[in-house]
């Protein structure tokens, strides 16, 4: 792994860690590491940026937070944050846009391939969780519009908290908080058109922000209705969450749904014959 590749990751899974709450996980399948101390656990790490932060600019009655590029300089890469309903030194982590990225070019397989245990990776915060079985997977299910259903592995979601995804007409995104065992299904048509989000790298209370990627305006979830604009050009703009359902056993979700498909991961990261039986 590339040095740049490792420094992503670290902090990647620094920002994972601030998802509030450490619920155990629904289903007796799959030993949870919560209460095992050798497991590593990951304690909440706040890392609130500070009203001082370099990664906050004001500019006469306007508020920019750093996303990307050098922190100073003319290569910084700035988001507007004017007029949103939270300090922005009490942010968290400013990680910058993509430093977790999202799966866009989603690869589904058959929850029988052989080769699903070795595409999912175990997950870094409950280490004693290692299924041996394709049906102990733990995943977060969604069936579309179209009655397609589909299982998001938790060990993906881990790293990449949201996944933008489509099915028939349907264009939605899957995201989760994967210490506080939270998902989140969402639209992503917005104005008649479908839109990709990311995570912006940002985290509030320790719930984190998602971007829209055509306007850079940053999403937060002021109630538990849906994701509200708060900055930027969407400013005010809101998007109610489908459903959120509790993760569970691949085995359990195939029992309930055996035509399901199972996310692989993206398309940059699998190859075809890994996903033979994909659909």
């Given at each position: 792994m590339?040095?740049?590749?490792?420094?992503?990751?670290?902090?990647?899974?620094?920002?994972?860690g601030a998802c509030a709450g450490q619920n155990e996980w629904t289903g007796d399948e799959v030993r949870s590491a919560q209460t095992d101390p050798d497991c590593g656990v990951w304690d909440e790490y706040r890392a609130i940026i500070g009203d001082d932060s370099p990664k906050i600019r004001e500019d006469g009655d306007s508020t920019w937070v750093w996303v990307g590029?050098?922190?100073?300089?003319p290569n910084a890469e700035w988001a507007d944050f004017t007029g949103a309903p939270m300090e922005?030194?009490?942010?968290?982590?400013g990680l910058g846009f993509?430093?977790?990225?999202s799966i866009d070019d989603p690869v589904f397989t058959r929850p029988d391939n052989p080769a699903l245990l070795r595409l999912i990776p175990n997950s870094p915060y409950?280490?004693?969780?290692?299924?041996?079985?394709?049906d102990e997977i733990m995943v977060i299910?969604?069936?579309?519009?179209?009655?397609e259903a589909r299982a998001y592995p938790t060990g993906l979601l881990d790293?990449?908290?949201?996944?933008?995804?489509?099915?028939?007409?349907?264009?939605?995104?899957?995201?989760?908080?994967?210490?506080?065992?939270?998902?989140?299904?969402?639209?992503?048509?917005?104005?008649g058109e479908p839109i990709e989000f990311g995570v912006s790298g940002y985290v509030y209370r320790n719930t984190y922000f998602i971007y829209d990627r055509p306007t850079e305006s940053l999403w937060y979830a002021l109630d538990e209705e849906g994701w509200t604009a708060v900055s930027g050009p969407r400013q005010g703009d809101f998007i109610p969450f489908i459903e959120s359902r509790a993760p569970m056993p691949l085995g359990q979700w195939r029992e309930q749904h055996p035509d399901?498909?199972?996310?692989?991961?993206?398309?940059?990261?699998?190859r075809p014959e890994q996903v033979s039986e994909a659909r």
């Open positions: 590339s040095a740049s590749r490792l420094l992503t990751l670290l902090v990647g899974l620094l920002l994972l590029g050098a922190e100073s300089g922005p030194g009490e942010l968290q982590y993509d430093a977790i990225p409950r280490a004693c969780e290692r299924p041996e079985t394709n299910g969604y069936v579309a519009e179209n009655g790293r990449h908290e949201l996944v933008n995804d489509e099915a028939g007409e349907e264009y939605f995104t899957v995201g989760w908080c994967p210490l506080a065992d939270l998902s989140s299904v969402h639209s992503r048509e917005h104005a399901t498909v199972v996310l692989a991961g993206d398309a940059s990261d699998v």
